[in-house]
C-alpha cells in the first residue's frame, strides 16, 4: 500500500552530505517530514527517499544543520509520465487507448447470430434494428429480456432467442421453430397424370390405382394412377403417388443473331476505396464514383479482425472498375453451333421434372443475320405429376378428371 | 516523580503510558525489525550501532547490516541482524 501511496504521490532520492548528517535526520523527523529506505553510504554520507513535495524542506533543514542536500533521481508517476508533455502524439495515443477501453466497450461494435439455419443473419439484423440495437448501439441500453419477447413477436420463425453483451460483443443466441415441409404438397386426395406424352419403362406406384403399365404409350394428362382406390364394396379417396418414367421427344427450334457484342477492355482502370465504419460509409476518392462508361467493377473487402476471429465493423472496401467497350464481332457456325447445342440442353433438362437427355440430333442453319437450330432429343423422363382431386362441401368429389377408371367414377357418370 | 504518578495513573486506569506521554515504546519484531517510538532523534548511526534518543535516556540497538528503514516525528524503524539492545 505504502508503495501505491508514494508511486502516485511521486518521491525523490536524496543524498545528505555533511559531518553529522544524522542531526539532519533528527530535524527532518522532528519537522513531521516523512523519509525512508536511509542508507549510510559513509560517515559523512546518507541517502533516503522522501516525498517530492517535501524536497525543498529537506535542502533547507540540511543546510540549516550545516549539510548539503543533493537531488539523486526522481520516482512515481509524475517522474514516469513527465516525459508524456513533450511527446504530444504518444500522449493522444495513451488517451485514445484508454479511451477504447473504458469508453468504446460501452457501445456495440460487432454483432455476432448464431444458431439460424433457414433465417438469413440480416434478417435478424434488421429486426434487431427496428429495436433500435445496431453497430454503435449503447451497451447499457439494451435489455435482454425485452429485446427476447420483441424479437419473438418480430419473427414468428424463432422458437427462442437470447441476447448476451460482452463489452462491445453482442451475442445473439437462437433457436428457430420447426416449420412444415414446403416441399410437401398441400392438397389431400390426388391423381397422377401424365405430363408429356412418351413411352412408358418404369412405373413405381407408391399410393393409388395403377392404370398404366411399361411399355405403354401415353398421352400428356391421361391419367397414370388414381387417387381412388376401388375396393369392390367401397372406394378409398387417398393421394396417389408415383415415380414414372418415360421415353418422350422433346422438339425446337432455337434462334441466335450471327452476330455478338464482345467485351473489349480499353486497359483503363480505377481504383476506389471506402471505409465502411458501422453502417457509414467514408469514401476515399474524390469524386462521386459514378461511371456513364462500361465498366466491370470487381469490389473486394478487408474485414479488421482480432486474431480469435471476432470482426471488427471496420470494412475497408476496394472496387476495382476496368473499362470496356462493346464490339460486334461476327460469330462463326462452329462456335454458333455449339452455343445453340448449349442452351438447347440446358432448356430440355430444365422443363423435365427429372431425367436425361439420351440422345439429341440437331441441325444448325443460316438464315440471313441469324443461326437457327432445329434439335429433337430423344430422352428418359420421369413424366407423374399429381392433379389434386377436390372435394364438395356435401361430401362428392368434384368431378375434375375426365375418367380415372374406377367403379366410383363409372357409376357416377 | 511525575513519571512515577504517570506510571501508577496509567496503572489504575488500565491506559498504556506511552499513549499520553512521551514514554518511549520498543517493539522488536524477531531479530530483523526494531521500531521504537516516541523518540527524541538519532544519536548515533552507524552499520553496527544505533543510538536513538528517548526521554531520559537512549535505546541502543547493536548487531550487523542496520540501517534506518523509515523515521518520522514519533516513530524510527531500524532493520538489520539485531544482537542486542541496550537502555542507557
Same mark, same amino acid.
Given at each position: 500500500?505504502?508503495?501505491?501511496?508514494?508511486? #502516485?504521490?511521486?518521491?525523490?532520492?536524496?543524498?545528505?552530505?555533511?559531518?553529522?548528517?544524522?542531526?539532519?535526520?533528527?530535524?527532518?523527523?522532528?519537522?513531521?517530514?516523512? =523519509?525512508?529506505?536511509? /542508507?549510510?553510504?559513509?560517515?559523512?554520507?546518507?541517502?533516503?527517499?522522501?516525498?517530492?513535495?517535501?524536497?525543498?524542506?529537506?535542502?533547507?533543514?540540511?543546510?540549516?544543520? #550545516?549539510?548539503?542536500?543533493?537531488?539523486?533521481?526522481?520516482?512515481?508517476?509524475?517522474?514516469?509520465?513527465?516525459g508524456l508533455r513533450k511527446r504530444p502524439v504518444l500522449l493522444l495515443g495513451l488517451l485514445l487507448a484508454l479511451t477504447a477501453t473504458f469508453v468504446l466497450q460501452g457501445f456495440v461494435w460487432t454483432i455476432q447470430v448464431e444458431g439460424n439455419t433457414t433465417l438469413h443473419e440480416q434478417e435478424i439484423l434488421r429486426a434487431l434494428k427496428?429495436?433500435?440495437?445496431?453497430?454503435?448501439?449503447?451497451?447499457?441500453?439494451?435489455?435482454?429480456?425485452?429485446?427476447?419477447?420483441?424479437?419473438?413477436?418480430?419473427?414468428?420463425?424463432?422458437?427462442?432467442?437470447?441476447?448476451?453483451?460482452?463489452?462491445?460483443?453482442?451475442?445473439?443466441?437462437?433457436?428457430?421453430?420447426?416449420?412444415?415441409?414446403?416441399?410437401?404438397?398441400?392438397?389431400?386426395?390426388?391423381?397422377?397424370?401424365?405430363?408429356?406424352?412418351?413411352?412408358?419403362?418404369?412405373?413405381?406406384?407408391?399410393?393409388?390405382?395403377?392404370?398404366?403399365?411399361?411399355?405403354?404409350?401415353?398421352?400428356?394428362?391421361?391419367?397414370?394412377?388414381?387417387?381412388?382406390?376401388?375396393?369392390?364394396?367401397?372406394?378409398?379417396?387417398?393421394?396417389?403417388?408415383?415415380?414414372?418414367?418415360?421415353?418422350?421427344?422433346?422438339?425446337?427450334?432455337?434462334?441466335?443473331?450471327?452476330?455478338?457484342?464482345?467485351?473489349?477492355?480499353?486497359?483503363?482502370?480505377?481504383?476506389?476505396?471506402?471505409?465502411?465504419?458501422?453502417?457509414?460509409? /467514408?469514401?476515399?476518392?474524390?469524386?462521386?464514383?459514378?461511371?456513364?462508361?462500361?465498366?466491370?467493377?470487381?469490389?473486394?473487402?478487408?474485414?479488421?479482425?482480432?486474431?480469435?476471429?471476432?470482426? =471488427?465493423?471496420?470494412?475497408?472496401?476496394?472496387?476495382?472498375?476496368?473499362?470496356?467497350?462493346?464490339?460486334?464481332?461476327?460469330?462463326?457456325?462452329? /462456335?454458333?453451333?455449339?452455343?445453340?447445342?448449349?442452351?438447347?440442353?440446358?432448356?430440355?433438362?430444365?422443363a423435365m421434372i427429372a431425367g436425361e437427355i439420351q440422345s439429341t440430333e440437331a441441325s444448325v442453319i443460316r438464315s440471313g443475320e441469324l443461326y437457327v437450330l432445329n434439335a429433337n432429343s430423344t430422352c428418359k423422363e420421369m413424366i407423374a405429376r399429381a392433379m389434386p382431386i377436390t372435394i364438395a362441401d356435401?361430401?362428392?368429389?368434384?368431378?375434375?378428371?375426365?375418367?380415372?377408371?374406377?367403379?366410383?367414377?363409372?357409376?357416377?357418370? | 516523580?511525575?513519571?512515577?504518578?504517570?506510571?501508577?495513573?496509567?496503572?489504575?486506569?488500565?491506559?498504556?503510558?506511552?499513549?499520553?506521554?512521551?514514554?518511549?515504546?520498543?517493539?522488536?519484531?524477531?531479530?530483523?525489525?526494531?521500531?521504537?517510538?516516541?523518540?527524541?532523534?538519532?544519536?548515533?548511526?552507524?552499520?553496527?550501532?544505533?543510538?536513538?534518543?528517548?526521554?531520559?535516556?537512549?535505546?541502543?540497538?547493536?548487531?550487523?547490516?542496520?540501517?534506518?528503514?523509515?523515521?518520522?516525528?514519533?516513530?524510527?524503524?531500524?532493520?538489520?541482524?539485531?544482537?542486542?539492545?541496550?537502555?542507557?
Amino acid at each position: 500500500m505504502y508503495e501505491l501511496i508514494n508511486y #502516485f504521490r511521486g518521491y525523490v532520492r536524496l543524498r545528505i552530505t555533511g559531518a553529522a548528517p544524522e542531526k539532519c535526520l533528527n530535524a527532518l523527523s522532528q519537522e513531521g517530514i516523512a =523519509f525512508w529506505g536511509i /542508507i549510510k553510504e559513509d560517515d559523512l554520507h546518507y541517502s533516503l527517499f522522501s516525498y517530492t513535495a517535501d524536497a525543498a524542506m529537506v535542502n533547507r533543514l540540511a543546510m540549516k544543520e #550545516f549539510c548539503s542536500c543533493e537531488l539523486l533521481a526522481h520516482f512515481g508517476f509524475r517522474a514516469a509520465f513527465r516525459g508524456l508533455r513533450k511527446r504530444p502524439v504518444l500522449l493522444l495515443g495513451l488517451l485514445l487507448a484508454l479511451t477504447a477501453t473504458f469508453v468504446l466497450q460501452g457501445f456495440v461494435w460487432t454483432i455476432q447470430v448464431e444458431g439460424n439455419t433457414t433465417l438469413h443473419e440480416q434478417e435478424i439484423l434488421r429486426a434487431l434494428k427496428t429495436l433500435d440495437i445496431a453497430v454503435g448501439t449503447w451497451g447499457a441500453n439494451i435489455n435482454s429480456e425485452r429485446t427476447k419477447n420483441q424479437m419473438l413477436n418480430l419473427v414468428p420463425e424463432l422458437q427462442w432467442i437470447a441476447v448476451n453483451r460482452t463489452g462491445g460483443y453482442l451475442q445473439v443466441l437462437l433457436h428457430e421453430r420447426a416449420m412444415p415441409d414446403k416441399d410437401e404438397d398441400p392438397y389431400q386426395f390426388a391423381n397422377v397424370i401424365a405430363a408429356r406424352d412418351g413411352v412408358l419403362t418404369e412405373v413405381s406406384v407408391l399410393e393409388g390405382m395403377k392404370l398404366c403399365a411399361a411399355g405403354q404409350t401415353v398421352r400428356k394428362g391421361q391419367l397414370l394412377v388414381s387417387g381412388y382406390e376401388d375396393y369392390g364394396q367401397m372406394t378409398r379417396v387417398v393421394r396417389a403417388s408415383a415415380e414414372i418414367y418415360a421415353t418422350t421427344w422433346h422438339t425446337g427450334t432455337l434462334v441466335m443473331p450471327s452476330q455478338a457484342m464482345e467485351k473489349v477492355y480499353t486497359g483503363e482502370q480505377w481504383t476506389q476505396k471506402t471505409l465502411l465504419i458501422g453502417e457509414k460509409r /467514408i469514401n476515399l476518392y474524390g469524386n462521386s464514383g459514378i461511371y456513364t462508361d462500361n465498366c466491370d467493377k470487381i469490389i473486394s473487402t478487408r474485414v479488421l479482425s482480432l486474431p480469435g476471429g471476432y470482426d =471488427f465493423p471496420i470494412v475497408l472496401e476496394t472496387a476495382v472498375y476496368r473499362q470496356y467497350r462493346l464490339v460486334p464481332r461476327e460469330l462463326s457456325p462452329l /462456335i454458333a453451333q455449339e452455343q445453340l447445342e448449349t442452351a438447347w440442353e440446358r432448356l430440355t433438362v430444365s422443363a423435365m421434372i427429372a431425367g436425361e437427355i439420351q440422345s439429341t440430333e440437331a441441325s444448325v442453319i443460316r438464315s440471313g443475320e441469324l443461326y437457327v437450330l432445329n434439335a429433337n432429343s430423344t430422352c428418359k423422363e420421369m413424366i407423374a405429376r399429381a392433379m389434386p382431386i377436390t372435394i364438395a362441401d356435401d361430401g362428392a368429389v368434384a368431378k375434375e378428371n375426365t375418367n380415372d377408371g374406377t367403379d366410383y367414377q363409372r357409376r357416377e357418370n | 516523580m511525575k513519571e512515577k504518578l504517570i506510571d501508577d495513573l496509567a496503572g489504575k486506569l488500565s491506559i498504556p503510558a506511552e499513549s499520553f506521554a512521551s514514554v518511549p515504546l520498543t517493539e522488536l519484531r524477531g531479530k530483523r525489525n526494531v521500531c521504537v517510538e516516541n523518540h527524541g532523534g538519532i544519536m548515533e548511526y552507524t552499520d553496527e550501532r544505533v543510538k536513538v534518543a528517548v526521554r531520559r535516556g537512549a535505546i541502543c540497538v547493536i548487531g550487523s547490516d542496520l540501517c534506518i528503514e523509515r523515521m518520522t516525528r514519533r516513530r524510527v524503524e531500524i532493520r538489520g541482524n539485531i544482537r542486542a539492545l541496550e537502555l542507557e
